[in-house]
């Protein structure tokens, strides 16, 4: 399963493109902009929090105190505001397990994000280029999807759509969960497109065990 990240950084459009860059990456992230919504997440198990220090609500350092006290042992990484020698001290003295401050480039962050988690848990997550389900097998990295040697014609949605559920395999999500995952985040349509894309999917390769959740969405059993 994916390395699952809670990440708290208050400018939106920071936010979305640290999210879409560890989401690359085969992290499963989730985004808060502000600590009130953090805060309710604390009993959740993520394997790290990235934190800026400078919130609307709070402040990162308060966070930082109220995850340790539920799970002492989450590693966190701290953001903090341009030049701010006295943050990076402070942070170390509390005991985060790194530090970035801005500006950086949202790779800078990854490669620090890979190396904690290598740290904290061992090697990184890899993904298997080739994957077998029931009788389909799908190539990661040229894109493609083939059953008993014929090759099927997904759209790059719908191979995203297929990729997402193979790495959250066993796991339910709403429609509106895999619209904010995979569409962008200025996509104003239905989220009726999740139930088209699937069902075009569905139709190219029946066989895939992709299965509805009625009253809460989709998964895929593996």
């Known amino acids: 399963m994916p390395y699952t990240i809670n990440l708290v950084e208050d400018n939106e459009d ?30 959740s198990t993520p394997d790290l929090w990235i934190l800026d220090i400078m919130l609307p609500d709070t402040n990162g350092y308060t966070l930082f105190k109220e995850i340790k006290n539920v799970h002492p042992h989450i590693p966190i990484i701290f953001i903090s505001a341009k030049n701010q020698e006295i943050d990076r001290v402070v942070g170390l003295e509390l005991g985060c ?12 962050l990854v490669i620090k994000t890979n ?3 290598e740290l904290t848990y061992g090697a ?21 999807i083939s059953n008993d040697d014929v090759s099927l014609s997904l759209s790059s949605k719908e191979f995203e759509l297929l990729l997402f559920f193979i790495d959250n395999s066993n796991q339910i999500f ?36 992709i299965e509805t959740v009625y009253g809460y969405g989709y998964r895929l059993v593996k």
Do not use: C, M
């Not at 499963?28 to 009993?43: N, P």
């Not at 397990?97 to 800078?108: A, C, G, N, Q």
């Not at 569409?183 to 999917?201: A, P």
């Open 174 to 209: 709403t429609r509106e969960q895999i619209l904010n995952r995979l569409w962008d985040k200025n996509y104003f349509g239905s989220d009726r497109v999740v139930d088209d894309t699937i069902r075009r999917l569905r139709k190219k390769a029946p066989n895939l065990p």
């Open 14 to 43: 920071l936010n979305s493109i640290l999210k879409k860059y560890l989401e690359n990456e085969g992290y499963l992230v989730e985004g808060f902009l502000d600590g009130q919504s953090a805060q309710h997440k604390l009993l």
């Open 115 to 117: 190396k904690l988690i």
């Open 97 to 108: 397990d790194d530090y970035i401050s801005k500006p950086f480039l949202p790779r800078e």
């Open 124 to 144: 990184k997550h890899t993904y298997h280029k080739i994957i077998k389900i029931n009788n389909y097998i799908i190539n990661r990295e040229n894109h493609t």
